[in-house]
DNA sequence: GTAATTTTAGAATGTGTATTTTAAAATGAG
DNA sequence: CTCATTTTAAAATACACATTCTAAAATTAC
């Protein structure tokens, strides 16, 4: 059965998907992404088919590891509004600030609606996002008021990113980000006290 | 001193504009810059000089054209939190829901920090955005609160022309953004209380 | 070890690209 | 009216691009 890769995939991936973060699609040729990843044009195209295929690759790959990942460990099933903090703290720090942003945001704002070849792991991606954030907001704070401080942060977040590429880092963002959470555990405080007054009537 | 231009430049801007905002700059070619424009590659060269010059030229015209207008007209130098809620609600209105988003923001995402043919008018299309929220807020409430408070808004906005270029506009987005204006004029009212009492200290 | 099969690197291909050139048509100034 | 200058459209150019082809090297299964 001939013979196996001598490359590492993931690292290829991993390559890729910075050059494509750092180009955008339409703007980084085949030979620039040879010279990211390593490997010549003919191992590129019998690994991914096309330069979509090698796109959609370090797409998946992109919200597998890293959109995924974050989610999990600050916004999962039992994260607080603390661990949520940390989400958007990140933000601020190595590996999110090299200025290349997120590859996701990037590409939905590169291809728009119209049938990209990013779609499927961009609408993955927001949903993580989204529902990641909506839960734990809802378990947080006063269920009346949930789903408004929800798409507060979730345009939070993603107007972070795009300063993020814009190399526009505000000291104050990090401010308003803590000033926010500051809010939401007031939020919550006042919310826990009545659900206990609630508890003692009945 | 030779014939008069023949086309109409404001309307050859407009619909270059248009065709950037909707396929990026590098996503774009010359023909079909034609399509859209109506010149010939030979007219757009002359008028122009390249590529680059045309999307330099139609990037001012957006600038000038609609952010520093609509700045001007919710965000200026006596604008109050009602009006600059009405910039942010515009955002969820024609002509800004057809899906290309804004060409700003499309082409920070696109270029990012290393030099792009579109940093000056991004700077200056920036610059104005951010002065305009944070001119109103110093006036509007309490000077502690007011620069975190701007900063929240200035990430809201960018974040909801992620979404507007995402094609994926919840409809709880706009009550997100009526809540944060109920909250902050909540803010205002005590602020103005607490200065009516100050004075009659004095 | 042999054969089948895959990877690989590099050359080859054809298409699309931005740009320049050409020459004719248009039109303003004197 | 005439001349100088510009616009314009279309053809020409040169290059970069994504992709395919070629043949050799590698390596697995038997």
């Keep these: ?73 600050h916004a999962g099933p039992v994260a607080t509004l603390e661990d949520l903090e940390q989400l958007f703290l990140t933000l601020f720090r190595e590996p999110m600030t090299d200025g290349n942003g997120c590859l996701v945001v990037n590409s939905t704002m590169e291809f728009g609606t119209q049938g990209s070849p990013a779609e499927e792991a961009m609408a993955r991606s927001f949903d993580l996002v989204t529902a990641g954030i909506h839960g734990v907001l809802r378990r947080e704070i006063e269920p009346e008021r949930s789903a408004a401080e929800a798409d507060k942060l979730l345009l939070l977040y993603h107007g972070i990113l795009v300063f993020s590429r814009a190399g526009r880092f505000d000291e104050g963002f990090e401010d308003a980000v803590r000033s926010q959470f500051d809010i939401l555990r007031q939020s919550r405080d006042r919310f826990r006290s009545r659900q206990q007054t609630t508890q003692k009537e009945e």
């Design 1 to 73: 059965m001939g013979r196996n890769r001598s490359f590492d995939e993931t690292q290829v991936l991993e390559s890729a998907m910075h050059a494509f973060r750092r180009h955008g699609y339409a703007g980084i040729s085949i030979k620039q992404l040879e010279e990211a990843t390593g490997l010549s044009s003919g191992s590129l195209y019998n690994a991914y088919g096309d330069k979509e295929g090698l796109f959609r690759a370090a797409m998946a790959f992109y919200v597998d590891g890293y959109v995924a990942g974050r989610i999990e460990a």
